[in-house]
């Protein structure tokens, strides 16, 4: 077995954790202080979705405890559209929503759910439905008169080039802006043109750094399709953009999908162990990503909800520090993160990326950390141990959380 600490010595790096403050940074901070949490309809439902499938996810945000735990949107994503009116006003598909998008949020509303939507930065959506390219003004104002409250915007059938690219999106912006409604941007150009640089400034809460994330761990040499391992490698590098109202977001969580049937089950997405979406849940809050659920709520067994509502692991991704983990140790067996967060706490992860149990030793003044800690595991909930160091197994493709709670 090998062990973390021999690692250490070679691949620590020099960043300190005390130099990671969280700096005013330009864009819309007002909106998503933390990174939003929510359900999107996509990989477990496509295209396929209609009201009452809406509703009864709603009803089940709530049973589940979803809401509870700080899951707070249901965003509908692609395939919604119905073309539009004769006055040019976007409307949704009459088959799929008879009773219209402000009905459905208003009943998400009135259970204290916010509603999410979905638009392009061209004439049609990835999926080939009616987008708002020169219809900006007019789409924003009326998702703002239907109570939308969250519009993640597309970028399929644009022009490859990043002017383009921010210009669309700042018009989206400002029309939201001037929609009279408070309305989180969700930037969706799959990092293509390195939205971490423009983004926040073209007007977005959020942007998703990789292309769509498939149900699998990661990708086989010459497979196409991005796993969990393969959005951590982009995501991780990218701490710095990171901040309150300004997120990376590296696509949706895949807990509980096991390989069903979807647009996250193309590409190689087979499912993966309860272990593995642990592992992302611990790797997407440690990076303040937004956490946003796809799987079937109606349906969720024991482990699902135990990975997907581990409260002291989404207080981490939630924390009012608001900033993204700095990626400390990254070589072929460990991976592991340090987040600061309120009162000097810290939170740390730990990914062994091989496919056996491996022993892992860490003195944390190796990580940047000084002085004692009383240390949590958070997947244990339970302390595990008082000072300056850890060491302990940890399982093939598992990641231990602890919060390291200062002295
Ligand atoms: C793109 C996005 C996905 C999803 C689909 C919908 O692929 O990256 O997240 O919104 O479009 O068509």
């Known amino acids: 077995m090998k062990t973390c600490i021999t690692i250490f010595t070679i691949w620590v790096l020099t960043i300190n954790v005390a130099e990671v403050t969280a700096q005013p940074q330009p864009g819309n901070t007002m909106q998503a202080f933390t990174p939003p949490m929510g359900w999107m309809t996509w990989n477990y439902f496509g295209e396929h979705i209609n009201e009452e499938i809406l509703k009864g996810m709603a009803d089940a945000m709530v049973s589940s405890g979803m809401l509870k735990a700080g899951y707070q949107y249901i965003m509908i994503d692609d395939g919604w559209q119905g073309g539009r009116d004769n006055k040019n006003n976007i409307i949704p598909d009459p088959v799929k929503f008879p009773s219209g998008i402000k009905a459905l949020a208003d009943y998400l509303h009135a259970k204290g759910i916010k509603i999410g939507i979905y638009s392009d930065a061209a004439p049609l959506t990835c999926a080939g439905y009616t987008a708002s390219l020169n219809f900006e003004e007019q789409d924003a104002k009326t998702f703002a008169s239907w109570g939308i409250d969250y519009l993640k915007y597309d970028y399929c059938n644009a022009p490859a080039d990043s002017i383009t690219a921010k210009t669309r999106y700042k018009k989206m912006a400002d029309a ?9 941007f969700g930037i969706c150009e799959w990092g293509s043109r390195k939205p971490w640089h423009w983004a926040a400034n073209a007007g977005g809460n959020l942007w998703r750094t990789t292309g769509d994330i498939r149900d699998k761990w990661k990708t086989k040499p010459g497979k196409d399709g991005m796993g969990i ?6 995501n991780a ?7 309150p109202g300004r997120w990376n977001d590296p696509d949706m969580l895949v807990a509980g999908l096991y390989g069903a049937k979807g647009p996250a089950s193309d590409l190689g997405g087979v499912g993966c162990s309860d272990i593995e979406y642990q592992s992302q849940m611990s790797l997407w809050s440690i990076m303040a990503a937004p956490l946003i659920a796809t799987n079937n709520l109606r349906d969720m067994n024991a482990e699902t909800k135990r990975i997907l509502m581990n409260e002291e692991v989404i207080a981490v991704n939630q924390d009012k520090m608001a900033l993204q983990a700095i990626r400390k140790i990254n070589n072929d ?3 592991i993160f340090v987040k600061p967060l309120v009162n000097k706490d810290v939170a740390i992860a730990i990914l062994n990326k091989s496919e056996t149990v491996q022993h892992c030793q860490i003195d944390f003044k190796d990580l940047g950390l000084t002085g004692d800690f009383t240390i949590k595991d958070l997947w244990k909930h339970t302390i595990i141990g008082n000072g300056k160091s850890w060491d302990g197994n940890i399982g093939a493709h598992e990641t231990k959380m602890f919060r390291l709670i200062k002295k």
């Open 176 to 184: 939201l802006a001037k929609s009279g409604r408070p309305i989180v």
């Open 237 to 243: 590098a990218l701490y710095e953009y990171a901040g």
């Open 333 to 335: 067996t460990w991976e």
């Open 229 to 234: 391992l393969d959005i951590v490698d982009i």
